[in-house]
Every structure is written in structure tokens, then in C-alpha cells.
């Protein structure tokens, strides 16, 4: 049986908070402001996990009125989802992401972030593939408010 899982998260940018996409660390005067790492790849990545095998969200799996997340690392929270799937026999097949920021300019970053996380997801990295898209200075996104970003995972057991 395969079931596909879309994801999606955004997080405005702030100061003094380090920008962190994909488990990547970004050079940037701003960084993403949220109870945990706001890491919103791999926040959309474990949404994408958990809807493919019905498990709800990752406020539902995650909480942000749980202590226990605050500054968390977002890597624990894609592990978790990824124990979830192999608890019923599921595997990842592909993960397709998009990254929607205005600034900074991900292409230097995105092979980086693409072999992360194969490396999460356990998957070679030619099965993952990292996009970067602006805003076109439409939006919160387009006016450098914020990053969002968008994730389709394939999973089969």
C-alpha cells in the first residue's frame, strides 16, 4: 500500500533567533521565530509524515503548550513521526519540498539541506528533493516577514 502526506508551516522572522531549515543552520540577520527551533521544513516534513499515515498534525503530536518543545530541536520531532510510520510498516519513498522565502537566497544552501534530510528520513538523497521559491515580494513572505514552506512525502509499506 503507498499513501502520499502534504505538509505546510510558516514562521515570521525576528531577531536574535538563529535561522535553522531542514536541520541547516543559515547565515542570516533573522531568524524564525516559534516555540521550538521553528524549523518550518522540518515542521512541514513531520505534518507530511504524520498525514500520510492518518496521525493527525504536529501540533496534535507536538504541542506548543508543552514545555517539554520549547527551543526543541525539530530533528526529534521527524524521528518521532518516522518511529510512528514503522510501528505500521511504512517507509519513505520520496519527500518533494518547497521553501518559500524572499531572503535569504537558498540556492547555496539547498543540497545541504537536501542531504539532511535523506539523512532524517534515511532515504538516499537522490529521493529527496529541495526547492527554493520567492515570494516576488508579494505576501508576509514576499516583504521578508516570513518562510514558509511546503512538503510531499510518498510512503509504502
Wanted: with cysteine; net charge negative; hydrophobic share 45%.
Amino acid at each position: 500500500m503507498i499513501r502520499v502526506g502534504i505538509g505546510y508551516d510558516t514562521h515570521r522572522l525576528g531577531p536574535d533567533r538563529p535561522l535553522i531549515l531542514g536541520g541547516v543552520k543559515i547565515a542570516h540577520s533573522l531568524g524564525l521565530v516559534g516555540h521550538s527551533d521553528a524549523d518550518v521544513v522540518l515542521h512541514a516534513l513531520t505534518d507530511a509524515l504524520l498525514g500520510a499515515a492518518g496521525f493527525g498534525d504536529i501540533g496534535d503530536a507536538f504541542p506548543d503548550s508543552d514545555p517539554a518543545n520549547k527551543d526543541r530541536d525539530s530533528a526529534v520531532f521527524v524521528a518521532d513521526a518516522l518511529a510512528r510510520l514503522r510501528m505500521l510498516g511504512y517507509r519513505v519513498v520520496n519527500a518533494d519540498v518547497n521553501i518559500l522565502a524572499q531572503e535569504p537566497k537558498l540556492g547555496p544552501a539547498k543540497q545541504g539541506i537536501r542531504e539532511n534530510l535523506a539523512r532524517l528520513l534515511g532515504v538516499e538523497v537522490d529521493r529527496v528533493n529541495v526547492k527554493a521559491k520567492t515570494g516576488e515580494r508579494v505576501g508576509s513572505i514576499g516583504r521578508c516577514e516570513a518562510i514558509g514552506c511546503q512538503v510531499v512525502v510518498l510512503i509504502e509499506n
